[in-house]
């Protein structure tokens, strides 16, 4: 069974830094690129960061300059470094992972991020 574990989350003031990590099995970290996703009460989940296993990254416009996603190889952990956040950044943030050539992914259990207005 596949598990992504994910940690980080919690209540941080407007202009604070989170980090999430999400660890999982050597098996998919080596093949599948990994991702963070949001969803926000009341909204559909969206793509924050996402980032190959050859470590090209993409990011939703709107944490391009305050988000970055990287991932240890060692640690088979994937991490996203939260700067500058904004109460409209408040939702449950989802690890992903996805295969690169089949239909096949999987998805964490979600961490909460709150940043009060």
């Known amino acids: 069974q596949v598990q992504l574990v994910e940690s980080g989350g919690g209540l941080v003031q407007p202009g604070g830094s989170l980090r999430l990590s999400c660890a999982t099995s050597?098996?998919?970290?080596?093949?599948?690129?990994m991702g963070w996703y949001r969803q926000a009460p009341g909204k559909q989940r969206e793509l924050v960061a996402a980032?190959?296993?050859?470590?090209?990254?993409k990011y939703a416009d709107s944490v391009k300059g305050r988000f970055t996603i990287s991932r240890d190889n060692a640690k088979n952990t994937v991490y996203l470094q939260m700067n500058s956040l904004k109460p409209e950044d408040t939702a449950v943030y989802y690890c992903?992972?996805?295969?690169?050539?089949?239909?096949?992914?999987?998805w964490g259990q979600g961490t909460q991020v709150t940043v009060p207005s």
């Open positions: 992903n992972a996805d295969h690169p050539m089949i239909s096949t992914g999987y």
């Open positions: 050597r098996s998919i970290f080596s093949i599948y690129d």
């Open positions: 980032i190959t296993s050859g470590v090209r990254t």
